[in-house]
């Protein structure tokens, strides 16, 4: 959905010509949603114009993937690309905040830097100094 706000007063003719310009773009694309034109509309939020056709817009598209069972696809799609995303953040976390882990971080990047070694390899470095810390503190408890 595009959404063209602040249609209202003197911009409503500029908004509107906005909103054609976007039809007009939009008819080139083919939709990602089976059933599904990405539509575009204009609203105001000052006036409130245009704002109930857009929660109406909103429950259409939603009804429309919830029924070709295309919402909750998308839902576990998008479930796995947080989880992956999520796991990336956290493990980056630990290894800068790691102080012995930080050193090889360093190391690395300075070897980097100098030409010296392959992103590829470095990863693999700085994976095996956590994984082989991680096991030696497994084996001290």
């Not at 249609?7 to 008819?27: K, V």
């Not at 479930?79 to 012995?100: C, I, K, V, Y």
Request: aromatic share 6%; proline share 3%; net charge negative.
């Amino acid at each position: 959905m595009v959404l063209i706000n602040k249609a209202d007063g003197e911009l409503q003719p500029a908004a509107e010509r906005a909103a054609q310009d976007y039809r007009n773009a939009l008819s080139l694309l083919k939709s990602h949603t089976t059933g599904w034109q990405v539509p575009v509309q204009t609203c105001s939020a000052q006036t409130g114009a245009g704002i109930k056709d857009v929660y109406d817009t909103i429950a259409r598209f939603r009804t429309i993937t919830q029924r070709s069972g295309e919402f909750a696809e998308r839902r576990r799609r998008q479930s796995r690309t947080w989880l992956w995303r999520e796991t990336r953040e956290m493990l980056n976390e630990m290894l800068r905040a790691d102080p012995q882990l930080s050193e090889v971080f360093d190391e690395l990047e300075q070897q980097l830097d100098d030409g010296h070694m392959l992103p590829t390899v470095a990863a693999r470095r700085l994976v095996a100094a956590f994984l082989d810390k991680q096991t030696s503190m497994d084996n001290e408890s």
